[in-house]
C-alpha cells in the first residue's frame, strides 16, 4: 500500500531554514508527480509546491515563490521541501501529497497523504 511519511519539522525562528523529506513505498515512486501542501492553524489546505516525476518540472504557490524549494531523489524514493526564509505564517502541518489535483489557491484534493509534519516559526 502506499505509504508517505514525513519528517524534518521543528521549531525555528523567524528567518531560518528548515529542510523537510518525505519518504516514499507502495508504489514505483519514481512515476509520479509529487506535491506538499500545508494546513496552518484554524486553516484549510494550501497547496505548497509540485514536482513532476524526473524532477526536471516544479510549481510553487506564488506566494512561496524564492524562498521554498522542492526537489526529490527517485533513487531513495523521497520528496524535499527545502524552506529559507521563514517566517510565522508559515507555521503549519506540512503533508507530502499524491495524486493530486491542484487549483492554485482554490482546490487541493489529493488521494494519498502522509502524516505530516509540524513546522512553528516563532521567536
Known amino acids: 500500500q502506499v505509504q508517505l511519511v514525513e519528517s524534518g519539522g521543528g521549531l525555528v525562528q523567524p528567518g531560518g531554514s528548515l529542510r523537510l523529506s518525505c519518504a516514499a513505498s507502495g508504489f514505483t515512486f519514481g512515476s509520479y508527480t509529487m506535491n506538499w501542501v500545508r494546513q496552518a492553524p484554524g486553516k484549510g489546505l494550501e497547496w505548497v509546491s509540485q514536482?513532476?516525476?524526473?524532477?526536471?518540472?516544479?510549481a510553487y504557490a506564488d506566494s512561496l515563490k524564492g524562498r521554498f524549494t522542492i526537489s526529490r531523489d527517485n533513487a531513495k524514493n523521497t520528496l524535499y521541501l527545502q524552506m529559507n526564509s521563514l517566517k510565522p505564517e508559515d507555521t503549519a502541518v506540512y503533508y507530502c501529497?499524491?495524486?493530486?489535483?491542484?487549483?492554485?489557491?482554490?482546490?487541493?484534493?489529493?488521494?494519498?497523504w502522509g502524516q505530516g509534519t509540524q513546522v512553528t516559526v516563532s521567536s
Open positions: 501529497a499524491k495524486d493530486c489535483t491542484v487549483v492554485p489557491g482554490i482546490l487541493v484534493r489529493c488521494n494519498y
Open positions: 514536482i513532476n516525476s524526473g524532477g526536471r518540472s516544479t
